[in-house]
């Protein structure tokens, strides 16, 4: 039994709700005793006879004198009788008592409080377990009912911490998920997607009813029609209540449905293809993530949730044919220009991780109709440059520091008011290197303390071109300022200190957009527009990175890697492992898109360790983990420089590596700006990733070299750029089992 868990449990009301939490409570043995409270004297002994609780009785105040602190009281009694039920318990319950409840409708209980006590008192934990079925009474109770699902608790400033915990642990102990919510909030949640899929159900069931085919209609109903319609069968009596207590936002909820179902008839009435298909995939995506839409959770949420560890056992080599997924910088861009364009853009290959999906819901969102992805594949009905609607609310774009930045350019352009958000490790992620250069141009922008997301921007700036010289290299700081350009009165120049990625300018270019480069300079003017195009994404060479190490430093591999795109701006890695000694071979070049391609062969060979040089460090700046491991293997010292920005990525990508190379026995000494790594054995050890993707795909190459197990924690990430990575590596020949907690 958990220490802040349940001493004895009234039930009050023992249906399906109370009933299922009484057998849940019991079937594990968290709490001393259950008692039944009913008004009929056949549920009472229905009860005992079914081992639902251990005693039942017809009125609270048979037991009111037992209750003391450590106990809870459930009300599980349909929401317009709850006020009547509190009074009775506000004469003869002791305020050390926990009070909860399972109303679906919460405005309506606190109200039923506040006028039973005159107050919101301490002991009162208002609640609402996200669960039940059509089935009714206490022969309905099902100790497995909360398993796995959601329970909403609404506490107020009045809430008692102590009863706060205990509520909380005892939902937690029968297997429920708990999640808080002010009051208004749920309501207005749950009006949307429990009270009106209920309306509608009841309305539609009555319609049909009535129809005079209506034996005809429900003999041949498909499977999808009784799926939907299973909710009518619920207790009239209670959704009744329902309407009546939380009739606000339930109207609210059903007005909205009825706008929008008016504009879809009259889409089907006049043909119009794009409505349906904005209708319909919006929905799609919608339904396929429905538990995050019912807690306003974003589609693309933090895979940091998750506790995923990675084991790798030491030794083994690489070899094979691999193709990785699609390029997630060509992806982001993919969507946002094809959003932008005028016609629809077709993309292959597109990277179905959680970076790139959240750029494809931002504009979802902003009401472009995507279709897809599918195995890659995404149609894109672009709007224009002008076309962007406001969103419904922040933009939440996750892990993805790419989306966050490019969006913000794009955004300071719009007539509308956005906020950009994104998880717990995007958020102590540095946003002013953009924010300053588009406050430059004329954008209203503020961000949170520090420059730190979530980024906030105006709309209806009137921008203006700047002569931009980047204080430091960053082809999302560029491409920022590009993009914001195509919206700015005159001609927009941006110089980069060292050569980036230039994905932005090849793929303006791919879409009619002219864009000047000269040397270290890009630039655009504003006023013109983007054709729709066809674009096929090459695989990503900082996945393909990866294995491009493992081959290079395992003995006996030879891998080789497909259609892995080879933009000059990115080819840093090759540069670098070819200094180190590495045996690559290029074949099969060629140009798809605009970028450059090629099949990447890798044999191992032995390395050595050198001075990287400054030039290759902008052109290799997101492949420096698996690098880094290469250097743990190499022959002598390594040491890179310049690389300063390797400390604000998804983590401190410097000190992390240092840590877990000193940690797996390797001689690694962080500097202000890079790394000094002497190679030499790799042991095995526990290593974190503090979430970081690429660190804990390096720490698993590093064990094709261990001399023991390597335990990487927090590797639920690696999803956001690589969502294969784990098939692959196990394909190839790496020795990887995956843990979740």
């Given at each position: 039994?958990?220490?802040?868990?349940?001493n004895?449990?009234?039930?009050?009301?023992?249906?399906?709700?109370?009933?299922?939490?009484?057998?849940?409570?019991?079937?594990?043995?968290?709490?001393?005793?259950?008692?039944?409270?009913?008004?009929?004297?056949?549920?009472?002994?229905?009860?005992?006879?079914?081992?639902?609780?251990?005693?039942?009785?017809?009125?609270?105040?048979?037991?009111?004198?037992?209750?003391?602190?450590?106990?809870?009281?459930?009300?599980?009694?349909?929401?317009?009788?709850?006020?009547?039920?509190?009074?009775?318990?506000?004469?003869?319950?002791?305020?050390?008592?926990?009070?909860?409840?399972?109303?679906?409708?919460?405005?309506?209980?606190?109200?039923?409080?506040?006028?039973?006590?005159?107050?919101?008192?301490?002991?009162?934990?208002?609640?609402?377990?996200?669960?039940?079925?059509?089935?009714?009474?206490?022969?309905?109770?099902?100790?497995?009912?909360?398993?796995?699902?959601?329970?909403?608790?609404?506490?107020?400033?009045?809430?008692?911490?102590?009863?706060?915990?205990?509520?909380?642990?005892?939902?937690?102990?029968?297997?429920?998920?708990?999640?808080s919510?002010?009051?208004?909030?749920?309501?207005?949640?749950?009006?949307?997607?429990?009270?009106?899929?209920?309306?509608?159900?009841?309305?539609?069931?009555?319609?049909?009813?009535?129809?005079?085919?209506?034996?005809?209609?429900f003999?041949?109903?498909?499977?999808?029609?009784?799926?939907?319609?299973?909710?009518?069968?619920?207790?009239?009596?209670?959704?009744?209540?329902?309407?009546?207590?939380?009739?606000?936002?339930?109207?609210?909820?059903?007005?909205?449905?009825?706008?929008?179902?008016?504009?879809?008839?009259?889409?089907?009435?006049?043909?119009?293809?794009?409505?349906?298909?904005?209708?319909?995939?919006?929905?799609?995506a919608?339904?396929?993530h429905?538990?995050?839409?019912?807690?306003?959770?974003?589609?693309?949420?933090?895979?940091?949730?998750?506790?995923?560890?990675?084991?790798?056992?030491?030794?083994?080599?690489?070899s094979?044919?691999?193709?990785?997924?699609?390029?997630?910088?060509?992806?982001?861009?993919?969507?946002?220009?094809?959003?932008?364009?005028?016609?629809?853009?077709?993309?292959?290959?597109?990277?179905?991780?959680?970076?790139?999906?959240?750029?494809?819901?931002?504009?979802?969102?902003?009401?472009?109709?995507?279709?897809?992805p599918?195995?890659?594949?995404?149609?894109?009905?672009?709007?224009?440059?002008?076309?962007?609607?406001?969103?419904?609310?922040?933009?939440?774009?996750g892990?993805?520091?790419?989306?966050?930045?490019?969006?913000?350019?794009?955004?300071?352009?719009?007539?509308f008011d956005?906020?950009?958000?994104?998880?717990?490790?995007?958020?102590?992620?540095?946003?002013?290197?953009?924010?300053?250069?588009?406050?430059e141009?004329?954008?209203?922008?503020?961000?949170?303390?520090?420059?730190?997301?979530?980024?906030?921007?105006?709309?209806?700036?009137?921008?203006?071109?700047?002569?931009?010289?980047?204080?430091?290299?960053?082809?999302?700081?560029?491409?920022?300022?590009?993009?914001?350009?195509?919206?700015?009165?005159?001609?927009?120049?941006?110089?980069?200190?060292?050569?980036?990625?230039?994905?932005?300018?090849?793929?303006?270019?791919?879409?009619?957009?002219?864009?000047?480069?000269?040397?270290?300079?890009?630039?655009?003017?504003?006023?013109?527009?983007?054709?729709?195009?066809?674009?096929?994404v090459?695989?990503?060479?900082?996945?393909?990175?990866?294995?491009?190490?493992?081959?290079?430093?395992?003995?006996?591999?030879?891998v080789?890697?497909?259609?892995?795109?080879?933009?000059?701006?990115?080819?840093?890695?090759?540069?670098?492992?070819?200094?180190?000694?590495?045996?690559?071979?290029?074949?099969?070049?060629?140009?798809?898109?605009?970028?450059?391609?090629?099949?990447?062969?890798?044999?191992?060979?032995?390395?050595?360790?050198?001075?990287?040089?400054?030039?290759?460090?902008?052109?290799?700046?997101?492949?420096?983990?698996?690098?880094?491991?290469?250097?743990?293997?190499?022959?002598?010292?390594t040491?890179?420089?310049?690389?300063?920005?390797?400390?604000?990525?998804?983590?401190?990508?410097?000190?992390?590596?240092?840590?877990?190379?000193?940690?797996?026995?390797?001689?690694?000494?962080?500097?202000?700006?890079?790394?000094?790594?002497?190679?030499?054995p790799?042991?095995?050890?526990?290593?974190?990733?503090?979430?970081?993707?690429?660190?804990?795909?390096?720490?698993?190459?590093?064990?094709?070299?261990?001399?023991?197990?390597?335990?990487?924690?927090?590797?639920?990430?690696?999803?956001?750029?690589?969502?294969?990575?784990?098939?692959?590596?196990?394909?190839?020949?790496?020795?990887?089992?995956?843990?979740?907690?």
């Open positions: 039994m958990l220490e802040t868990c349940v004895r449990l009234v039930v009050v009301g023992i249906g399906l709700i109370g009933g299922s939490l009484a057998a849940a409570l019991k079937q594990v043995g968290a709490c001393r005793e259950v008692i039944g409270v009913a008004r009929r004297e056949q549920t009472c002994l229905d009860a005992v006879r079914l081992g639902v609780v251990d005693r039942a009785v017809l009125s609270i105040e048979e037991v009111a004198g037992e209750l003391t602190a450590g106990d809870v009281i459930f009300i599980a009694v349909p929401t317009l009788t709850v006020e009547a039920i509190l009074q009775r318990i506000k004469r003869c319950v002791s305020p050390e008592v926990t009070i909860t409840d399972g109303a679906s409708v919460k405005g309506s209980v606190m109200s039923a409080v506040a006028a039973a006590y005159g107050c919101l008192p301490p002991q009162f934990v208002g609640g609402h377990p996200i669960a039940g079925s059509e089935q009714s009474g206490v022969e309905a109770s099902n100790p497995e009912l909360y398993k796995d699902h959601r329970v909403i608790i609404t506490p107020t400033p009045e809430t008692g911490d102590e009863h706060l915990k205990r509520v909380v642990a005892m939902w937690q102990v029968v297997g429920a998920e708990v999640l919510m002010p009051v208004e909030e749920h309501d207005e949640v749950l009006a949307a997607t429990s009270h009106l899929p209920h309306v509608i159900a009841y309305s539609l069931v009555d319609t049909l009813a009535h129809d005079s085919e209506n034996e005809n209609i003999r041949y109903a498909a499977g999808g029609f009784r799926d939907f319609t299973r909710i009518a069968s619920s207790d009239p009596v209670m959704w009744h209540d329902i309407m009546k207590a939380n009739k606000d936002s339930v109207l609210t909820a059903l007005d909205l449905f009825s706008e929008n179902l008016h504009r879809l008839r009259s889409a089907i009435a006049s043909e119009d293809s794009e409505h349906l298909l904005g209708v319909f995939t919006r929905a799609k919608a339904r396929d429905f538990t995050k839409m019912l807690t306003k959770q974003a589609y693309s949420s933090s895979m940091q949730d998750q506790e995923i560890t990675y084991t790798v056992k030491p030794g083994g080599s690489v094979g044919e691999l193709r990785v997924p699609g390029d997630k910088s060509i992806s982001h861009r993919s969507i946002m220009l094809g959003s932008l364009a005028d016609g629809i853009t077709e993309v292959e290959g597109f990277l179905e991780g959680e970076d790139a999906l959240a750029t494809l819901q931002a504009f979802r969102d902003m009401g472009v109709v995507i279709e897809g599918e195995q890659g594949r995404v149609r894109i009905h672009g709007v224009g440059l002008k076309g962007l609607q406001a969103p419904p609310g922040p933009l939440y774009v892990n993805s520091g790419t989306s966050m930045r490019l969006l913000s350019g794009l955004l300071a352009g719009q007539s956005s906020e950009l958000t994104g998880d717990e490790s995007l958020s102590k992620r540095p946003m002013n290197r953009v924010a300053n250069p588009l406050r141009m004329g954008a209203y922008i503020e961000t949170a303390e520090g420059g730190l997301p979530p980024v906030k921007i105006k709309g209806g700036a009137r921008l203006k071109a700047i002569d931009y010289q980047m204080p430091m290299a960053s082809a999302q700081v560029k491409s920022c300022v590009l993009l914001a350009g195509l919206y700015a009165e005159g001609e927009t120049r941006v110089t980069e200190p060292a050569p980036t990625r230039d994905h932005t300018e090849r793929m303006l270019t791919g879409f009619g957009y002219p864009v000047q480069r000269a040397g270290a300079t890009a630039s655009l003017k504003s006023g013109g527009s983007l054709s729709a195009t066809k674009i096929e090459p695989a990503d060479i900082s996945s393909a990175t990866f294995f491009m190490v493992a081959a290079a430093i395992a003995p006996g591999s030879d080789t890697l497909t259609h892995v795109g080879i933009n000059p701006t990115r080819d840093g890695v090759i540069n670098i492992l070819r200094l180190m000694g590495a045996d690559i071979t290029l074949s099969n070049q060629r140009e798809v898109g605009g970028e450059p391609v090629a099949d990447i062969r890798v044999k191992y060979a032995p390395l050595k360790g050198i001075h990287v040089p400054e030039d290759q460090v902008p052109l290799a700046i997101d492949e420096f983990p698996a690098l880094f491991v290469a250097a743990a293997c190499a022959e002598g010292k040491v890179l420089t310049g690389a300063e920005e390797l400390r604000v990525k998804e983590s401190d990508r410097i000190q992390v590596m240092a840590d877990g190379l000193v940690t797996l026995g390797v001689r690694a000494e962080a500097t202000p700006d890079g790394i000094i790594i002497e190679g030499g790799i042991g095995g050890g526990e290593v974190e990733s503090h979430g970081d993707h690429r660190i804990a795909m390096s720490f698993t190459v590093a064990g094709l070299r261990a001399t023991d197990d390597i335990v990487v924690k927090n590797c639920a990430n690696v999803a956001t750029s690589f969502p294969t990575f784990i098939e692959l590596a196990q394909q190839a020949g790496i020795h990887l089992a995956v843990s979740e907690a």
